[in-house]
């Protein structure tokens, strides 16, 4: 039996109510593999479940991706073998650990070209950035792409990539410090949007043209805003609410607006396919390879001092990603 230290929640709240523990783990069961984890990714979706904001079953663990290496297979593995170098982003709650049992479909074992802390923290932004700039709207050259929140994690990908499919890429930050994160990110123009009059700023730097699609993960603070961001036809992609959720949205705003498309995508059911998920996964590595994607860990901390990790992001005093090791 392996001893495995987790993070635990026994009630939704604060950032206190997580504790590191240390739990029996027994060997991989059939399709199983049992990973010793050496670098584990952050996403802001880890604070609305610790906080109850999206609830799941207790105690649950915290923690949707990590890097490590396979230690032992259950029966009927195949996919991956002992000494594999693996990531995942959605192998079920509980990447806060330093050693864990995952579902081996769940697992894409990694190229030599990206190293384990590059997999940990890009593995789910960088997914996200994938299939918004590739499926949800696929960029074009000559778009006009607005990205909220371009100097957080996914909005730095995003702005990269998106940059290099030849747009033309706006971001959005809530500092003169983020617009210029954002601006090294990729951004052509970084404006703040916590000042009054940023719309008519966007509208400025771009010539007046409008976007061909806004990335929206800020919600109740910016998202009316983005419709008038919006080129006619176009579309607003909210998928996130780092700000708070939209509410009381009166569906026939789109047709005034300029007969919008609005869509609330999720990274999980882009990926939910082992067999898609291995080739979106090829997709992003080859965007790392090839410098679309850059590594930029912002802030390094170690498993037990997770409280303060969240204490931290929740304050909007990071930038970048954030990289957990055990």
């Known amino acids: 039996m392996t001893q495995a230290r987790v993070v635990e929640v026994t009630e939704f709240g604060a950032p206190e109510v997580m504790k590191v523990v240390t739990k029996d783990l027994p060997p991989p069961a059939a399709g199983e593999a049992q990973i010793r984890q050496t670098a584990i990714g952050f996403n802001y979706l880890d604070i609305s479940q610790r906080g109850g904001a999206m609830p799941l079953p207790l105690p649950t663990g915290i923690g949707h991706e990590a890097a490590g290496v396979?230690?032992?297979?259950g029966e009927g593995v195949t996919d991956v073998r002992v000494g594999d170098r693996v990531a995942y982003m959605n192998a079920g709650i509980g990447a806060y650990a330093d050693v864990r049992n995952v579902a081996a479909g769940k697992l894409v074992v990694l190229p030599a070209s990206v190293s384990d802390e590059a997999a940990a923290t890009l593995i789910f932004k960088?997914?996200?950035?994938?299939?918004?700039?590739?499926?949800?709207?696929?960029?074009q050259p000559g778009d006009i792409v607005l990205v909220h929140s371009a100097a957080g994690g996914v909005g730095q990908i995003l702005s990269s990539w998106a940059k290099a499919l030849g747009a033309?890429?706006?971001?959005?930050?809530?500092?003169?410090?983020?617009?210029?994160?954002?601006?090294?990110?990729?951004?052509d123009f970084a404006i703040d949007y916590s000042k009054p009059g940023w719309v008519?700023?966007?509208?400025?730097?771009?010539?007046?043209?409008?976007?061909?699609?806004?990335?929206?993960?800020?919600?109740?603070?910016?998202?009316?805003?983005?419709?008038?961001?919006?080129?006619?036809?176009?579309?607003?992609v909210l998928y996130g609410a780092a700000s708070g959720p939209v509410k009381d949205f009166e569906p026939e705003l789109l047709n005034k607006k300029g007969c919008?498309?609005?869509?609330?995508?999720?990274?999980?059911?882009?990926?939910?396919?082992?067999?898609?998920?291995?080739?979106?996964?090829?997709?992003?590595?080859?965007?790392i390879a090839t410098g679309k994607v850059k590594v930029d860990i912002g802030q390094r901390f170690k498993l037990e001092d997770i409280v303060k990790v969240h204490q931290q992001v929740k304050g909007r005093a990071t930038t970048g990603a954030v990289l957990i090791t055990p």
């Open 200 to 236: 008519e700023e966007f509208l400025q730097v771009t010539g007046g043209r409008k976007a061909r699609v806004v990335y929206d993960a800020v919600g109740k603070d910016t998202f009316y805003q983005s419709l008038d961001c919006t080129a006619p036809f176009g579309l607003v």
């Open 260 to 287: 919008l498309f609005l869509t609330r995508p999720s990274v999980f059911p882009h990926n939910a396919d082992p067999a898609t998920f291995r080739a979106n996964a090829a997709d992003l590595f080859d965007a």
């Open 126 to 139: 960088g997914m996200t950035a994938q299939y918004l700039v590739k499926k949800t709207h696929p960029v």
């Open 168 to 187: 033309t890429v706006v971001g959005t930050a809530s500092t003169p410090e983020k617009c210029a994160i954002a601006r090294k990110a990729g951004c």
């Open 70 to 73: 396979v230690e032992a297979v």
